[in-house]
């Protein structure tokens, strides 16, 4: 099976410049971060369907993976874990996850919860609960560095296995927040589908179409179009922006019998005509490229 990327991303600097984060390229479309702190060059990794990408990452530069930090529990996340347990290096290893779920953690050993503050490294990682996609979703903040697993997309947002809607729009509501200049390091590269839906339900917006143009040429040439950060989120991401006038009104004119009267219901309607993929008819030949 082949990954829809053939270049990764190439690593990057935190805010402060103490952490270094590599994008690891895994199954089909799933984008493993491991972060490594350049003094000391201690390394973790944030989930991943199994730990072959990371492993290799770390032994080609001398990385001591020692920490392995999960936003939820599906397989393509907890995978690393098992993987781990498997060639026998997950024992001894500090393994962060939510508290909510902890019981299905490979490996726990720092069940932790919204608010928390964890020590990584000498550096602090805020702790966000950001469900919607899954009970029990965690998201990770550190020096600039969102790591959002399935809640935010570049584009986007996850699908809403456990839900509701409203929980997910609490969580992006919260994201939104966030300094604009924040890395959005999600799980998957999905960005192309995502914009082609935004598309269809904004497309007056100048700042939606220059990035259309500039996440095609990337993936022509097989680059990775994540990270962005919150302002990119703010200025094209449909599900970051359901107070938008315009928008709203083609999201009610494609789902009439949709309530329309709050941001959240607003949401859930733009979430609900998502789903229906109708927007996956539109060609490359319709966009702005």
């Known amino acids: 099976m082949h990954h829809v990327v053939r270049v990764p991303q190439p690593p990057f600097l935190s805010a402060s410049g103490a952490l270094e984060v590599h994008q690891v390229l895994a199954a089909q479309d799933n984008l493993v971060w491991v972060v490594v702190h350049r003094e000391n060059r201690d390394a973790f990794v944030v989930d991943g369907p199994d730990a072959e990408g990371a492993l290799d990452l770390c032994g080609r530069h001398g990385f001591r993976l020692s920490t392995v930090v999960n936003t939820h529990v599906h397989g393509d996340h907890i ?42 490294f000498g550096m602090s990682m805020q702790v966000m609960l950001t469900e919607g996609h899954i009970n029990g979703h965690v998201s990770y903040l550190i020096d600039g560095l969102l790591f959002c ?18 929980a997910m729009y609490e969580s992006l509501r919260r994201l939104r927040t966030l300094p604009p200049e924040t890395r959005v390091c999600c799980a998957h590269e999905y960005t192309q589908d995502n914009l082609r ?10 700042a939606l179409r220059a990035r259309i143009a500039e996440v095609w040429q990337l993936r022509e040439l097989g680059e990775s179009s994540v990270p962005s950060i919150i302002e990119t989120e703010l200025a094209t991401n449909p599900f970051m922006r359901f107070d938008d006038r315009r928008l ?23 979430r609900a005509l998502k789903d229906t993929k109708a927007y996956k008819a539109i060609s490359d030949r319709e966009l702005p490229l």
């Open 79 to 120: 995978g690393i874990n098992l993987d781990l347990e498997r060639l026998g290096m997950l024992h001894g290893m500090r393994v962060i996850g939510a508290k909510k779920t902890q019981s299905a953690i490979p490996g726990i050993t720092e069940a932790v919860d919204e608010g928390d503050t964890v020590d990584v």
């Open 149 to 166: 697993g399935d809640t935010l997309f570049a584009g986007g947002c996850g699908y809403l296995f456990d839900g509701p809607a409203s």
């Open 197 to 206: 839906f935004a598309f269809s339900v904004d497309s007056e917006n100048a």
């Open 248 to 270: 709203r009104a083609a999201v009610a004119k494609a789902m009439p019998t949709q309530p329309f009267t709050t941001d959240a219901e607003a949401f859930a309607a733009t």
